[in-house]
Every structure is written in C-alpha cells, then in structure tokens.
C-alpha cells in the first residue's frame, strides 16, 4: 500500500534528499540539490474541470520525470496510477493518484526513475535499497 509516508520514506532515502514545502508552502515538496522531483499536487479547479468525471479523489502527487518520452511511457502503463491534465502539457512530469491499492513496487520503481538523473547510479541503488527494509 502507498501512502504519504511511503512516498517520504522513499524520497528521503536518496541521496541529498530533502523535504520541504511548495513555494506557497501549503504543500510538501521532496528536492534533491534544490530541485523538486516530487510534490504533493492537490487538484485545482481547472484540473477538475478537464478532467471532468475521471477526476481521482484523495491525495495527489507531481512528479518530474526525465523527459516528454517518460511522461508519455508512464501514461500508458496501465495502472492508472498516472494521468496528466492541460496544466502539464509539453511538461516533463506527471501526477500520480496515491491510493491504497497503489502497489509499494510501483512506487519503488518510480522513485528510482524519478531522480535517475539526479543521483550517481551506486548511490541510487543503496538508497533505495536500504528504503525498502525498513
């Protein structure tokens, strides 16, 4: 089951992680050397809007990831975990519904995909690694 405390745990596993708050600071919000990779992201009017009936309830995730090609790879995997709205169009990120049906491997897989990027590949590795005994 992932829940909010499963995303931190995670996220402040990885190397250089911190946790803070969105510039409004209504949020939290997950960086690794002051980037955001991933944020609490509740639904705004206009998502609602555009979304209209397929709207989730409960709680929301942004996450950034790598590229265009990613976000589009993460729509499409089936889970429906994963969705986007206007407001991220040409934007490399996505927004993840976090419920408690959302598998913990999914979140794992998506944490190390999320900072790739951000972290050299041992480092990664051990982080997420001892995350996932606790």
Avoid at 32 to 38: G, H, T
Avoid at 53 to 81: F, N, Q, T
Avoid at 115 to 131: I, M, Q, S, T, Y
């Amino acid at each position: 089951m992932a829940t909010w405390k499963d995303v931190s745990r995670l996220a402040l596993a990885l190397p250089q992680a911190e946790e803070g708050t969105t510039s409004g600071g209504r949020n939290r919000a997950w960086t690794i050397r002051k980037k955001l990779f991933v944020w609490e992201r509740p639904l705004r009017k206009s998502d609602l809007e555009a979304l209209g009936d397929s709207a989730p309830d409960g709680p929301i995730l942004g996450a950034r990831v790598e590229h265009l090609i990613a976000k589009e790879a993460l729509l499409a995997d089936g889970s429906g975990v994963f969705f986007t709205t206007p407001h991220f169009d040409g934007y490399p990120a996505v927004l993840c519904h976090v419920r408690p049906d959302t598998g913990r491997d999914l979140v794992v897989d998506r944490a190390d995909d999320l900072h790739r990027d951000a972290v050299p590949l041992h480092d990664r590795d051990r982080a997420v690694g001892e995350a996932l005994r606790v």
